[in-house]
Nanobody, 116 residues
């Protein structure tokens, strides 16, 4: 059984940084393109960053480009999201999952709140 576990969220001031982690076990995880999604209350879930299985290619939503960096460590079955220069509009629950195909059950996500 695959389980996605997100962690690393919290309360941070505007301009601050957080590093999120997404961990799972099993070989299925490491062969997938993975992404970070976020969903704010009353808003649709959006994909903000993705990374190919080998970590050779990344993509970002325009809203986070230049501020967020996605990476992965397949040996640790973990995907990371380094978030810098955080803005209040980044406030959301952040989830990880596959991109395009191979979706897994959603984890509980990790709350990121950007506020003074």
């Amino acid at each position: 059984q695959v389980q996605l576990v997100e962690s690393g969220g919290g309360l941070v001031q505007p301009g601050g940084s957080l590093r999120l982690s997404c961990a799972a076990s099993g070989s299925i995880f490491v062969i997938k393109t993975m992404g970070w999604y976020r969903q704010a209350p009353g808003k649709q879930r959006e994909l903000v960053a993705s990374i190919t299985s080998g970590g050779d290619s990344t993509d970002y939503a325009d809203s986070v480009k230049g501020r967020f960096t996605i990476s992965r460590d397949n040996a640790k079955n973990t995907v990371y999201l380094q978030m810098n220069s955080l803005k209040p509009e980044d406030t959301a629950v952040y989830y990880c999952n596959a991109v395009r195909s191979g979706y897994m059950p959603w984890g509980q996500g990790t709350q990121v709140t950007v506020s003074s």
